[in-house]
Each structure stands twice: as C-alpha cells, then as structure tokens.
C-alpha cells in the first residue's frame, strides 16, 4: 500500500535526448524537497525560496556538486494540476542528468510515481472528473487530429456535461415518482403516458452517445487495410501511389516483397494502417530460394485475416486469372474492395461490377481508391457524430443504464406500480454516476490509470 499523500517524484517528458527534461513533484513535501536540492550558487548551497506560479532559475546541486542550471516552477495547492504542491524541475534533456536529478528527488524523501498517478490524484481531489482523466489519455495517444479533438472536448468537460443534462433529466423523472410515493395524499402520481415519454427521450439521448463508441474507437484504435493479390498485380506500385512516398521495393521480379510493411495515415480521422504484402501464390515445392517468400504469403495470409478492409489487386492488362479467383474467393467475405491495376497499358474492361480501375504510373483511379477507403471505413460507424468522445467503460456503463431504463419502460407499458419502476431508473442513475466517477470503485480506478504512463 502507498500513502495517498506521500510526494510523488516522476520524470514527465519522454526518455532520450532533447531540449528540456521535466521531473515533476507532487505532495506536502515539495517545498522541503527542492529546498534541499536547489541552489542559487552552483557550488555551495544558496537556498532560494519558491513562490507560487514563479519560475525560478538555479542550480540542481548534490554533495555541494552542480548537476545541472535548470529552472523550478511552483504551483501551489489548491491552483495545480493535482491539486496538491507541485514542483517542476526543467533541467536539460540528456538520459543521465534526468535520470540523476529524479534519484536525488527520491533520495530526500519522494517516491517515484505511479503510472497515471498525477492524473489520479486530480481525479481524487476534484480537479477532473474521471471521464475528463480518461480524456488525458486519449489525448496523449491520439493519432489523428480529428480524435485529439474530440479528446480535447472531452477534457473541456464536453462528455460530462451530456450525461449531467441525461443524469438531470433522469432525476427530474424519479424525484416525480418518488414524490407520489412517498406523499401519496398529496402529490399525484405522474401519469404512465408522461412516464414513457421522458423514458424514451433520455433513451434516444443515451443511444446518440452510445452509437458514438464505434467511431470513437475506430479513431482510437484505427483500421487495418490490407493489400492483397499476387505477385506482380501492383500491390507495392499501389502502397506508395496511396502513401505518396516510395517505401515499398517495386519490381518485377514475382515475390520481391517478402515482409509485410506497414504505414499509417489519416483518413477521415482514423488512423489508417496500409499493409503492403507479399502476393499470395501457392508454391508448388518450397526450396531454398522460396522458402523467405513462402513466409511472406503465410504472414499475407494472417493479415488477411487480422484487417478491417482488403484492397484485393489484379493486373487488368491479363484479366482475371485462375490465381486471382482463388485470392478472390479467399477475401470476398471480408469488407474488400476490388482494384484492376496497370489501367495506363489496357482498355479492357473489369470483369466484376464495383471494381475501381486504377494506374499507380499515371495515378489514374487513385483518388477514387481512397474515396471508397474512406467510405467502407465510415460505414463501419453509421453514428450521427457527436462532439466528444465515448471509451469502452463509458459505452459499458451507457448501455447498463440504458438495460436499467428499458426495463423501466416495459414495465410502465405495462402500468407496473410505479415504486417498483422506480428501482430500475434509480440503478440506470447510478450507472451514469459510473460515468463521471461520482460511484466507482478502487479496481476500476486502478484499472484506468494502469493504462497511463509514468510522470502523467
Ligand atoms: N505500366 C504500369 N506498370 C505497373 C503499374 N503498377 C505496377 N507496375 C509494374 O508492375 C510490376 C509489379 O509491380 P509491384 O508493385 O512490385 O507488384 P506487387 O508484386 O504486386 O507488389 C513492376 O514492374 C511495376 O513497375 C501501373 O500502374 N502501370
Ligand atoms: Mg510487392
């Protein structure tokens, strides 16, 4: 067990050589701290006294020895980020002097923090609700500017201020019940008709967030898009006319690329990663020279089967061969989309509907390629965007309020006593409580902040 209100000590920029490096301090003994390791003078020790929102310049000095001339910010509690004494020590970026600058931290008294620990502590002394936490997380992690903006809206409070709007109009609800319960001469009973009205407006609310998960997960997360088809169809030419670079090894020697390789970009907001791999061919007998290639075609295999969208690829100059239709057959369950290459060299015509032609040489088709990208990656999420995000606990949490809420509107179909009606929409409550973290749990917080980092 660690004391809650011990002073934590965590380097908070990434490890490796920059600019600046910060060692962050939060807790009661800050002040004390830094007072024993910053020094006016480099050589002796000149204590400075820390004033709130001042930057101070000095040294980081051990045993009368300079360490490193750096800079102590001091914000003091309440008026900082977790709402406790926090001190910031920027120092220059090298791996050692951060490293050493954390260890004397420690030496005098801190403890290293806690992944997520600074953020955790916000949450407990109310600087952020649990929903605006998470938001911290999604930020640092987001991929796409789209996402880091609904992240940002998020943290602003955006989340927490729809469901306040579903929790008020919930509680409105069942203050009403209540009233006639527990007054029964002398509040009427709100009648049943009223009842299943708000029920089904606050649903069609917690609906809108909850269709809001898959796009925000989407952008989390991202998709997988995988190139397929055999060798020499175009597949590489096609990655590096997608990515506008030239990243893939294009020949046409059959089997050149042996490995599958990756890139991400940004389509409508979720982070894309382009799979270029080696083209799927059986082998009649695997020799040394094919053995490399024949891993390629498992590995193409396997990330096949592991994406979200396959952009299967034929030459269009030889038309659709046996290979391709046997490749074809291989995806045509997935969410794919059909690309006849090399159109710059032939005026044949495609053999399936649906089937975008297109020219990595001329570029011909290619935009239209990435147009039905975008698209299969947006049908995958028909949700009416809302502007803030939704997290799996969040959805798990909306959809038991909404099950809570359901029951309670079943049963006022069926003009149930109205005390029992009332059980189910004081539970869909608590679960939007969940939500915002005003009912949760010490494994559930664990839980969410083992997935930050340390010094956050
Ligand atoms: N004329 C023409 N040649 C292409 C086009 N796409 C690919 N090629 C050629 O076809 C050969 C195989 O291409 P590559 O992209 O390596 O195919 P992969 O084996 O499927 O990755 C190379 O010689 C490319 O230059 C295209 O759109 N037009
Ligand atoms: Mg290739």
């Given at each position: 067990m660690t004391n809650l209100y011990d002073t934590i000590t965590a380097i908070?920029?990434?490890?490796?050589?920059?600019?600046v490096g910060i060692i962050r301090l939060s807790g009661s003994n800050c002040t004390e701290i830094i007072g024993e390791i910053f020094s006016k003078n480099p050589k002796e020790k000149t204590p400075i006294t820390l004033h709130p929102m001042r930057i101070h310049h000095g040294w980081i000095v051990e045993d009368d020895h300079p360490i490193d001339e750096v800079v102590v910010l001091y914000f003091k509690s309440p008026n900082s980020y977790t709402g406790e004494d926090i001190a910031e020590i920027h120092c220059h970026g090298g791996l050692n002097v951060v490293r050493k600058i954390l260890n004397i931290t420690i030496s005098k008294g801190a403890r290293l923090a806690e992944r997520g620990e600074f953020t955790k502590r916000a949450f407990l002394n109310q600087k952020l609700d649990l929903s605006q936490a998470e938001a911290v997380l999604d930020l640092i992690h987001a991929k796409t500017d789209i996402f880091s903006g609904l992240s940002a809206n998020n943290l602003s409070g955006r989340l927490s201020e729809y469901i306040s709007e579903i929790k008020h109009e919930t509680f409105e609800l069942l203050s009403k019940i209540t009233a006639a319960i527990d007054f029964p001469e002398d509040v009427a009973e709100p009648p049943y008709e009223f009842v299943e009205t708000e029920l089904e407006s606050i649903i069609s609310k917690l609906n809108r967030a909850i269709a809001t998960f898959s796009n925000s997960n989407l952008m989390r997360q991202g998709i997988k898009v995988t190139i397929a088809?055999?060798?020499?169809?175009g597949k590489s030419s096609l990655f590096n006319s997608l990515l506008d670079i030239n990243r893939a090894i294009v020949t046409?020697?059959?089997?050149?690329?042996?490995d599958a390789i990756e890139e991400t970009i940004d389509i409508a907001g979720v982070p894309t990663t382009l799979i270029d791999t080696a083209g799927i061919r059986e082998l009649e007998n695997i020799s040394d020279e094919t053995y490399v290639e024949s891993i390629g075609i498992d590995i193409s295999k396997k990330y096949i089967e592991e994406s979200d969208i396959i952009i299967f690829v034929y030459d269009l100059t030889h038309g659709m061969q046996d290979e391709d239709k046997k490749i074809y057959q291989e995806i045509k369950t997935k969410t794919h989309i059909i690309a006849a290459s090399k159109a710059d060299l032939t005026d044949k015509k495609p053999e399936l509907e649906n089937t975008v032609i297109f020219s990595?040489?001329?570029?011909?088709g290619i935009d239209e390629l990435k147009k039905k990208i975008e698209e299969k990656i947006l049908n995958k999420n028909d949700s009416d965007n809302c502007d803030f995000s939704i997290n799996i606990r969040q959805y798990e949490c909306l959809k038991t309020a909404k099950n809570s809420l359901e029951i309670a509107l079943d049963a006022t179909k069926r003009e149930e006593l109205q005390d029992l009606i009332s059980i189910d929409i004081k539970s869909a409550l608590l679960s939007l409580d969940e939500i915002t973290g005003e009912v949760i749990t010490d494994e559930i917080l664990n839980n969410i902040f083992d997935n930050f980092c340390i010094g956050k």
């Open positions: 908070s920029t990434p490890l490796g050589t920059g600019g088809g055999k060798p020499n169809a046409n020697i059959a089997g050149t690329t042996r990595s040489m001329t570029k011909q």
